[in-house]
């Protein structure tokens, strides 16, 4: 469905819907207001269930929320632009005091976000900034250049590029096309390793163009699906990497494509501590952590979850009490329109050594579940 029509589409069913709901009231551009709506209820929309961390997202922050005091409408949208703007304007025809979306497509988002702003309910974006649109009011993430960074540094650092070692065998995957993140994730690992593809130590068999950061969505995975990804890493393999030509490390942004790539290496045959490639990922998701343990991908960025959580439950708290709203970035986020105030969190590296002390011991995953 082309972005146009998928816009269009959005218009139409915004105005359908609206019309359904009758609500019209002016918006004030005040951002400290404490939200429009007459409810107690705070509405957060999440992508989908079908990738891990959203569940535990979702879950944390209504928790917290709730905590709080506050009402919440918890809604998944199974990766559907189109569900998930009827479920915020179905959460807006509740008049919520809050939206807290983490949004599929960012940039489908404005027309339901105008009726948003028409009964001045105020919109904080969940890890994935909302674009093209000023009824945005909060960003809260983790550093997403960062997260990029930290896989770029750690292929650097594994490899000895830095002590001019090399050439070595080199494929590239960026998330999904219409993620904002996506662009940033690629940007941080593209800036530390363009150098080194430039200078012949990092070749790119399957010959991806990536000749600027503006080039990410030549290796887009949509959807962020594993089955894409191993079907991607498939045609690869296939088509590039015969007579015994061998991938040194896979540049994956996150550990749903992260698995779907190793579950390709293993089909075609690779086999760790033999000749199994590096891999990056992000997010420690349960089965990429126990690949982590069994040598089968080097390591993630982790974002614990639960301090988005916590910063978003107090940053919507803030918000309804016309509070001072904490952020601590007001310059790097442009959605097009505004620069949005944001909050952003540390990403933190993990890899098989530190999986016990970073990762169970913080409580994120117990040991039983690990199997250590
Ligand atoms: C990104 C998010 C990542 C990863 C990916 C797929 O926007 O920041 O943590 O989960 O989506 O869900």
């Known amino acids: 469905m082309s972005k146009n029509f998928r816009v269009l589409a959005a218009v139409t069913l915004a105005a359908t819907l609206a019309a359904a709901s009758g609500c019209s009231s002016t918006r004030d551009e005040d951002s400290s207001s404490s939200g429009g709506g007459s409810s107690n209820l705070v509405g957060i ?30 809604q998944y949208a199974d990766n559907k632009v189109d569900q998930q703007i009827t479920q915020i304007q179905n959460m807006i025809n509740q008049n919520p005091k809050v939206l807290v979306i983490a949004s599929i497509d960012g940039t489908a988002l404005g027309p339901v976000l105008d009726k948003a702003a028409q009964q001045n309910i105020k919109v904080i974006a969940y890890d994935r900034l ?26 650097v650092d594994k490899l000895g590029l830095k002590d001019g070692k090399g050439p070595f065998n080199l494929e590239p995957f960026s998330g999904s096309s219409d993620d904002n993140n996506a662009k940033f994730f690629f940007s941080g690992a593209w800036d530390v390793l ?29 959807g962020w699906t594993s089955q894409k990804a191993q079907s991607e890493m498939d045609n690869r393999l296939n088509s590039y990497y015969t007579g015994g030509k061998k991938v040194d490390v896979v540049l994956s942004p996150n550990d749903s494509l992260a698995l779907g790539i190793e579950q390709s290496l293993e089909s075609q045959g690779y086999k760790p501590g033999t000749d199994w490639p590096l891999i990056t990922g992000q997010d420690a998701d349960l089965a990429n952590v126990k690949n982590i343990l069994a040598d089968k991908q080097s390591m993630t960025v982790w974002k614990d979850t639960r301090t988005l959580g916590e910063q978003v439950s107090k940053m919507t708290d803030q918000i309804i009490k016309g509070e001072t709203v904490e952020t601590n970035d007001t310059t790097t986020y442009n959605n097009g329109v505004k620069v949005v105030p944001s909050y952003l969190l540390p990403p933190v590296v993990v890899t098989k050594d530190d999986v016990k002390t970073k990762l169970v011991d913080s409580g994120f995953y117990t040991a039983d579940k690990l199997g250590l």
């Open 45 to 74: 929309a999440m992508p989908t269930k079908s990738l891990e961390r959203w569940n535990n997202d979702g879950a944390y922050l209504d928790e917290l929320l709730k905590k709080a005091g506050y009402e919440t409408s918890l």
């Open 130 to 155: 909302i674009n093209s649109t000023k009824n945005v009011d909060y960003y809260a993430t983790f550093d997403n250049y960062q997260v990029g960074k930290l896989q770029g540094e750690f292929i």
């Open 194 to 222: 363009k150098p080194y593809v430039d200078s012949g130590k990092l070749v790119i068999p399957s010959g991806k163009k990536l000749s600027s950061n503006d080039d990410w969505k030549n290796v887009s995975i949509d």
